[in-house]
């Protein structure tokens, strides 16, 4: 996303978010099932109106807590169906909530997230998409590459000549390791 680069720095609300998150490794559970959701959400919608709703999602999702979000029945749906603070799409909220069960699912067989995704990496674009359609609900080609560049799986986040790019390089993301 190297337009991202030339517009998001400055910006009140892209900046941050370009400048420390997207790109960046990150390990924990509820990042990892952050970043998901809002990519699940943004589906067909604009980036900035996921960051302006960031907060309103994560109230609404109890933090990201995997747990939580896993042993959501119809109340807890129908409580989100008319949550004006998020997008009231239900095919979205209920892979939100089947993604959170996978992902609680992964921590038996795979010790969490975090060591599926290494599990399964490298891996091309193509492949990732794949395993991920798979593996979760409402995963199709653009989420799952967004999903995997704002974790530094895939690269692309940023254009070499950002200076975010030399910070998230000296991070050793995991497509740097593998030059994918």
């Known amino acids: 996303m190297s337009d991202y680069c ?18 960046f490794p990150a390990r924990d559970e509820a990042v990892l099932f952050e970043r ?27 933090d990201y807590d995997v747990d939580r ?35 609680r699912a992964l921590r038996e067989h795979h010790g969490g997230f975090a060591a599926w995704l290494d599990a399964h990496h490298p891996r091309a674009r193509a492949d990732w998409v794949r395993l991920m359609r798979r593996t979760f609900k409402f995963m199709g080609p653009e989420v799952v590459g967004e999903f995997l560049m704002s974790l530094g799986y895939l690269p692309g986040a940023h254009r070499p000549d950002c200076p975010v790019y030399a910070r998230i390089l000296a991070l050793d993301p995991p497509w740097a390791r593998t030059g994918r």
């Open 69 to 103: 979000v896993a042993a959501y029945g119809e109340q807890e749906r129908a409580r989100l169906l008319v949550d004006a603070g998020i997008v009231r799409n239900r095919r979205k909220i209920d892979a939100v909530i089947e993604n959170a069960r996978r992902i």
């Open 6 to 23: 030339t517009v998001a720095p400055g910006d009140p609300l892209h900046g941050p978010y370009h400048d420390r998150e997207y790109g």
């Open 36 to 62: 998901m959701v809002l990519e699940i959400n943004q589906a067909g919608l604009s980036w900035e109106l996921m960051l302006r709703k960031r907060a309103a999602f994560r109230a609404a999702f109890d």
